[in-house]
């Protein structure tokens, strides 16, 4: 049973176009969301973050939507670069002390020069 | 700040031989999580520890791995017999400072093992 889904494997963008990765999640105790983004042979970093009081966060070129009566959220990357290209997770918790970390599948984005 | 030191970076093995892993998680953090990631799937967490206490096991497959936390510092995971399935990226990540209520924030991982079982 995944509990966070992402439901593109991959996404292509242009360089200097928006980028806008999806994520959805079936528990609707989560209230703490994060990106992350992982290149090959590296362990994820941690790109984002959002709590359930809020519905945007921005940092930069990334923003990131949640949109709780949907139990959706998305990250926007504006303007994409090439370093941009990476496998980027969508991960949820519920916060608190001692909670872990519950992983979608990722979504591989490519930013073409 | 030294980040989450991982070792070895890549092991081969055979089937039914065992293998371990070695964490160093960032000073201070409390919490230490090892996570499993199969090829094109997310990390999916193997054990959380609290100091050295476990929190969460329940996805541990207890027949054949082991893990455990000296002093609340490094870890170590085993696995024997290791079995073809076996043959991911184990990830070890920690959070937060010990002491006090500071909640949960991100989780800062290591390079991870690929571990691969022939």
């Known amino acids: 049973d995944q509990q966070v889904k992402q439901n593109s494997p991959s996404l292509s963008v242009q360089e200097g176009r928006i980028s806008i990765l999806n994520c959805d999640y079936t528990n609707s105790m989560f209230d703490y969301f994060l990106w992350y983004k992982k290149y090959p042979a590296e362990g994820p970093t941690f790109l984002i973050s959002i709590s359930s009081i809020k519905d945007k966060n921005e940092d930069g070129r990334f923003t990131v939507f949640l949109n709780k009566s949907a139990k959706h959220l998305s990250l926007h990357i504006v303007p994409s670069q090439p370093g941009d290209s990476a496998v980027y997770f969508c991960?949820?918790?519920?916060w608190g002390y001692g909670q872990n970390f519950v992983f979608g599948p990722g979504t591989r984005l490519s930013v073409l020069p | 700040e030294a980040g989450v030191a991982q070792s070895p970076r890549y092991k081969i093995i055979e089937k039914r031989q065992s293998v371990a892993f070695w964490c160093n998680p960032i000073?201070?953090?409390?919490?230490l999580y090892w996570y499993q990631q199969i090829l094109g799937q997310g990390p999916k967490l193997l054990i959380q520890?609290?100091?050295?206490?476990?929190?969460?096991d329940s996805q541990l497959p207890k027949d054949r791995f082991s893990a455990e936390r000296l002093k609340g510092v490094d870890s170590t995971l085993k696995i024997q017999p290791a079995k073809l399935e076996d043959s991911a990226v184990y990830l070890c990540?920690?959070?937060?400072?010990?002491?006090?209520?500071?909640?949960?924030?991100?989780?800062?991982f290591g390079q991870g093992t690929r571990l691969t079982v022939v």
């Open positions: 000073s201070g953090h409390a919490t």
């Open positions: 991960a949820a918790t519920i």
């Open positions: 990540a920690s959070s937060f400072p010990s002491g006090g209520v500071r909640m949960n924030t991100e989780a800062f």
């Open positions: 520890f609290q100091n050295n206490g476990v929190v969460d």
